[in-house]
């Protein structure tokens, strides 16, 4: 939610009546940003890490994670940042630069999928819309060669192929369930159901498809837009 604007006026008149009542309180808490980075990449792929250009290995580092690695927001600065993406441990050729918005208030996935040699980052913005807004679900399907389908609320995303991406939108501010029907690339069907715990708080979600350390199907869920 944007912040309200006032006349200069308004305010100034506000400030002599109060100011002084209000000399000895605590100064309010600083406004901050969040951030979270998804390495979305396949299994034997390399660790990555966001960092500062042309810092050195261990220094500047903003986020890193090993392939299937999806970390929870993280507090930074709000101001805009440019950052590279690196193998871990080596400074020497970035993937690439990019810029991050960080603005107060504002959830961003830094999310990088695809071909290892030459990955994709997307950046996502987790920030709620607003307060009373239906909600909204988002599928991400990183099993390698699987094809699948999600249901929620009488609603479906559709065939997701790996390394694809639906939305499902409309839901009710509410736990719900969402069921996933696909196959494996042998073919084998698979079934699987989640919670999604939408609430006063939370208004988008993500639905990761991706095997476990066992190469398992097995989804998670990830509320997105809420430090929990």
Known sequence: MRPKSYTLASSLLAVLV???????????????????????????????????????????TLANGTPGNYSSY???????????????????????L????????????????G???RPKVELVDDTTIAADAPGVL????FFPGATVNVSASQQSSGSVPYNGYAVISGLPRSTISAKLEGK?????????????????????ATLLILPDSYGRFRPRVAIDGANF
Request: charged share 20%; no cysteine.
């Open 138 to 141: 988002r599928v991400w399907n």
């Open 184 to 204: 494996l690339p042998n073919n084998t069907p698979v079934q699987a159901e989640v919670e999604l715990g939408f609430g006063a708080s939370a208004q988008r």
């Open 18 to 60: 109060v100011g002084a009542a209000h000399a000895q309180q605590a100064s309010p808490q600083p406004k901050t940003a969040w951030v979270r980075f998804w390495n979305m990449l396949p299994k034997g792929s390399p660790a990555l890490e966001l960092a500062q250009p042309g810092s050195s290995p261990g220094e500047g």
């Open 115 to 117: 071909d290892p040699r």
């Open 98 to 113: 990019f810029d991050l918005p960080f603005e107060p208030d504002r959830f961003l996935t830094v999310l990088v999928h």
């Open 74 to 96: 993280l507090d930074v600065p709000p101001v805009k940042q440019r950052v590279a993406m690196f193998k871990r441990g080596d400074r020497s050729t970035p993937f690439g």
